[in-house]
């Protein structure tokens, strides 16, 4: 790993957008995003899909196992906090695939009202 020393950090001139200055009560800096929605769904879905493996490795740790002695309290503390987080996970996983399609619809929405504007058919 290497550092860089502080004196030899400069602050850039301009931002870090496309350079040009704007008045931040107009408008922001332009930018485009160029993801069709067909794979931005993919994507959702494929989360989703991790979503399912997330609960099965957290079912899959529901499994009591016996060592015995003063190892079995550490044991079941340490499959509990697995299971945790592994529904943890799956929700997590869920939710962003959730967000992530709604966006897909939202992108999908706004192109068919500026699209119905100008009488012309659909998008993606």
Avoid: K
């Avoid at 704007?22 to 995003?33: D, L, P, Y």
């Avoid at 879905?45 to 991790?50: D, F, K, Q, T």
């Avoid at 079995?72 to 799956?90: I, K, N, V, W």
Wanted: without cysteine; proline residues 3%; glycine residues 8%.
């Amino acid at each position: 790993m290497w550092t860089v020393a502080l004196s030899a950090v400069h602050r850039a001139d301009l931002p870090v957008d496309d350079g040009r200055r704007i008045e931040w009560e107009r408008q922001t800096a332009g930018m485009s995003i160029e993801m069709p929605a067909a794979e931005v769904r993919a994507l959702a879905r494929e989360l989703r899909g991790r979503s399912d493996d997330a609960l099965e490795a957290a079912s899959r740790l529901g499994i009591h196992a016996d060592v015995g002695g003063s190892l079995q309290p550490a044991l079941e503390a340490f499959l509990s906090g697995h299971r945790t987080a592994g529904r943890a996970m799956a929700g997590e996983l869920q939710w962003l695939g959730d967000t992530i399609s709604a966006v897909a619809d939202s992108w999908l929405a706004l192109d068919a009202s500026l699209l119905a504007r100008i009488r012309r058919p659909g998008a993606e």
